[in-house]
């Protein structure tokens, strides 16, 4: 996992609420085994026609949304099932923070083991945002360390566990956390207790 301690960049705004993980990744391209790859596949019934076209209104396809890193989305994102490939395929796509009202459980904490940074933020101001990208653009920075978000010199607040705040900074998934306690694991089975 790629350690973040801070990132800025350009906002796509996603103005939805309720948006499953079928819908960020549809069940027919979940055949990899690979965590790589899917980002082409991210809201593929939304950002293509039944003949494979490009729709023209979906933000994801309008060329002044290209590379943006993060996503600002309405309530309840990622809610459906618990697959992972959901944040697979939104950090294989370029995107590096989420930020929306509220987010499933599963694909928050999923979201966290696999690198992004998930950001509750009040509703209010993720309308706001949603305007401002939607009219002018949007490039937010959003500093891990700090927990705030700074848009045009305006600072917001948001909060996050200190636990997943130290991975997300350092770089650490699960095997990575194990790894630290390899001199303990070797002496516990050089005991074979």
Request: aromatic share 10%; net charge negative.
């Amino acid at each position: 996992m790629e350690a973040i301690q801070e990132h800025t960049g350009s906002v796509l705004p996603l103005n939805r609420s309720n948006i499953d993980t079928d819908q960020i990744i549809p069940k027919q391209f979940l055949k990899r085994v690979e965590r790589t790859g899917f980002g082409k596949f991210l809201f593929y019934n939304w950002r293509y026609d039944e003949d494979g076209k490009e729709r023209e209104d979906f933000n994801l396809n309008k060329p002044q949304f290209a590379g943006s890193s993060i996503l600002l989305a309405g309530e309840n994102f990622g809610c459906g099932s618990s697959r992972e490939h959901a944040p697979w395929s939104l950090l294989d796509y370029g995107f590096k923070v989420i930020i929306a009202p509220s987010f499933a459980d599963i694909f928050y904490n999923n979201a966290l083991k696999n690198g992004i940074i998930p950001v509750k933020m009040d509703e209010a101001q993720v309308n706001d945002w949603l305007d401002q990208a939607e009219s002018n653009g949007l490039i937010l920075d959003v500093n891990l360390e700090t927990e705030q978000i700074t848009d045009e010199g305006q600072v917001i607040p948001f909060s996050i566990d200190p636990y997943h705040k130290e991975k997300l900074m350092n770089g650490w998934d699960d095997i990575a956390l194990t790894l630290k306690l390899e001199e303990k694991i070797n002496q516990f089975e050089i005991k074979g207790v």
